[in-house]
Antibody, heavy 120, light 111 residues
Framework: QITLKESGPTLVKPTQTLTLTCTFS??????????VGWIRQPPGKALEWLAL???????RYSPSLKSRLTITKDTSKNQVVLTMTNMDPVDTATYYC????????????WGQGTLVTVSS | QSVLTQPPSVSAAPGQKVTISCSGS????????VSWYQQLPGTAPKLLIY???KRPSGIPDRFSGSKSGTSATLGITGLQTGDEADYYC????????????FGGGTKLTVL
């Protein structure tokens, strides 16, 4: 059974760096084709894909946010970490991590999400 | 503004059929598989359709997907009040380095 759970601060100040951790179980990030991605959703708005890290440490980023994002993995801890620099109130959103299915190239399991508010 | 275009809302009566469109381009839908997600109020998105028309285990066959050229369509038959949700399409875009894109979402109302 695949599960993912996001953790991190619920409130950050403008200009600060956000660090979120996705802790997962039921799969290994060393398995060929597997990946873990991050997606966010501002209140009342659409989903926005942020980043993805593959089993082989290949990383993909949203072109519009690439300069602010860093994604890393710790295979031994079953964790993926996303950092986003220079946070702004418009970055207030629920942040989800999701399992990328190796064979079908889709996000098939999602975490419950964590709401991050950016405010001074 | 989303790379993939969906209608903001659709509605239909219980028991009826509804379709939701997702329009893209050759750099995304035209050359990649499309997925569809259902997001019930206050919950995380759930995978409904992958590889254009495949259903994960546990998804009823009332939900179907299709793709033609640079557009994709989600179909839902035998509408139930429990189907009221936001629906999102998604796929890879290869215009720059490969990255994932979502549609703007469609709110389904079951009247």
């Amino acid at each position: 059974q695949i599960t993912l759970k996001e953790s991190g601060p619920t409130l950050v100040k403008p200009t600060q760096t956000l660090t979120l951790t996705c802790t997962f179980s039921g799969f290994s990030l060393s398995t060929s084709g597997v990946g873990v991605g991050w997606i966010r959703q501002p209140p009342g708005k659409a989903l926005e894909w942020l980043a993805l890290i593959y089993w082989n440490d290949d990383k993909r980023y949203s072109p519009s946010l690439k300069s602010r994002l860093t994604i890393t993995k710790d295979t031994s801890k079953n964790q993926v970490v996303l950092t986003m620099t220079n946070m702004d109130p418009v970055d207030t959103a629920t942040y989800y991590c999701a399992h990328r299915h190796g064979g079908s190239s889709t996000f098939d399991y999602w975490g419950q999400g964590t709401l991050v508010t950016v405010s001074s | 503004q989303s790379v993939l275009t969906q209608p903001p809302s659709v509605s239909a009566a219980p028991g009826q059929k509804v379709t939701i469109s997702c329009s893209g381009s050759s750099s995304n839908i035209g050359n990649n598989y499309v997925s569809w997600y259902q997001q019930l109020p206050g919950t995380a998105p759930k995978l409904l359709i992958y590889e254009n028309n495949k259903r994960p285990s546990g998804i009823p066959d009332r939900f179907s997907g299709s793709k033609s050229g640079t557009s994709a369509t989600l179909g839902i038959t035998g509408l139930q009040t429990g189907d009221e949700a936001d629906y999102y399409c998604g796929t890879w875009d290869s215009s720059l380095s490969a990255y994932w894109v979502f549609g703007g979402g469609t709110k389904l109302t079951v009247l």
